[in-house]
């Protein structure tokens, strides 16, 4: 009998639905002989702030890019701290860094795993210019309450939507809440390239503009610079792949809730699962449990065939390259760290691949 093999993505079977679309796009542009901002990442642009349902979209060759320009925009004194969670992927972290600016880093809600409102307001000071807000998992945050926060400080909000493509918060879009929005287009999101990839989202034209320019050598007209920039474009051939992608997209996530709204009602009491109020619509970047026997779950699931993933083992300010940083109390922070699986979860999962998973970890508890 073959042994039983559940990856916890699977790409193949995503580009072979998108096959026939897939290879036209891609014909279409390397027939061109166009493959940097070309009319490709034109009109994804478009389409995706038309998605999103904001005025601007810009392209950018990475979600760690699209954090970094758009902290760069902002154009911050020196000595600025920007609040943030410490339970994310160190992209965050380190684009405020690369910026100039101090990280600071706050506790997170334990059944969100997004920030604490409350720990917002304990860590403004006069210093703190900007807020970073991350929707974990795809679970959009209290973003209405944390933008409040911010107006009446005078506070900048930039949204993290890498894990959340498509989420709804109040029946409105992620991405279309904050000044500046960063989603990554990474292969493993929601919305994924076949390489690396990122977008901005935005309503205000200025920084519109002006990330237009940092993107590219700071230019509007080529050879004439008008402002120190990177080289950060997102380029035709991804653009191409991610137009056909986006017409999928809220059918993938539909599939993602069904696949979700399965293990919420099957799965044991002994795991925790992540809260999903009701004026949210979670978009299921990923889907996690929480255990304090994550690690010994883990193993046991590997040895029946499911591959799992750690989003995320050691939270940014115990990381050795934040090392100056780990005097912080984040005991929410740390615990989660410590418990949270996250389980397969993609468009292609087979009903009955759901059900062996549930029943594996069903299993393991009573054993």
Excluded at 255 to 267: N, V
Aim: net charge neutral; glycine share 6%; hydrophobic share 40%.
């Amino acid at each position: 009998m073959e042994k039983i093999k559940i990856p916890f993505l699977d790409l193949r079977s995503e580009y072979l639905f998108l096959k026939k679309e897939i290879d036209k796009a891609l014909e279409e542009v390397l027939l061109s002989g166009r493959f940097i901002l070309g009319p490709n990442v034109e009109a994804f642009e478009k389409e995706f702030a038309s998605y999103i349902g904001c005025k601007y979209a810009i392209g950018v060759a990475s979600g760690t890019d699209a954090l970094v320009l758009a902290l760069h925009c902002l154009n911050l004194p020196k000595g600025s701290e920007v609040i943030l969670q410490s339970f994310t992927f160190i992209a965050v972290a380190d684009s405020v860094v690369r910026n100039g600016i101090k990280p600071v880093f706050c506790d997170i809600d334990k059944r969100s795993y997004n920030l604490d409102v409350k720990k917002i307001r304990e860590a403004i000071n006069e210093k703190t210019k900007a807020i970073i807000v991350n929707h974990m998992y795809g679970l959009p945050a209290e973003i209405e309450e944390i933008i409040e926060i911010a107006e009446s400080k005078g506070l900048w909000v930039i949204e993290d939507c890498s894990h959340a493509h498509g989420a709804l918060y109040k029946n409105k879009k992620v991405g279309n809440f904050g000044h500046i929005a960063c989603f990554s287009l990474y292969p493993a999101k929601i919305l994924g390239a076949y390489g690396d990839g990122g977008i901005i989202t935005t309503n205000i034209e200025e920084f519109n503009e002006k990330i237009r320019m940092l993107r590219n050598y700071g230019q509007k007209v080529k050879y004439y610079h008008e402002i120190v920039g990177y080289n950060s474009r997102l380029d035709e051939i991804q653009a191409a792949i991610l137009r056909v992608k986006l017409k999928y997209l809220d059918d993938f996530i539909k599939t993602r809730r069904k696949i979700a709204k399965i293990y919420r009602e099957t799965l044991t009491n002994n795991v925790i699962l992540q809260e999903e109020p009701d004026h949210v619509v979670h978009s299921y970047g990923y889907f996690v449990i929480a255990t304090k026997r994550r690690d010994e779950l883990q193993d046991y699931l590997n040895k029946k065939g499911i591959e799992t993933i750690i989003h995320y083992p050691l939270p940014i300010h115990l990381q050795k390259s934040y090392k100056d940083f780990s005097t912080y109390n984040l005991p929410n922070t740390e615990e989660a760290c410590k418990t949270v699986l996250s389980l397969p979860i993609h468009p292609f999962l087979k009903e009955e691949e759901v059900n062996y998973i549930v029943n594996s970890i069903n299993e393991y508890f009573k054993r």
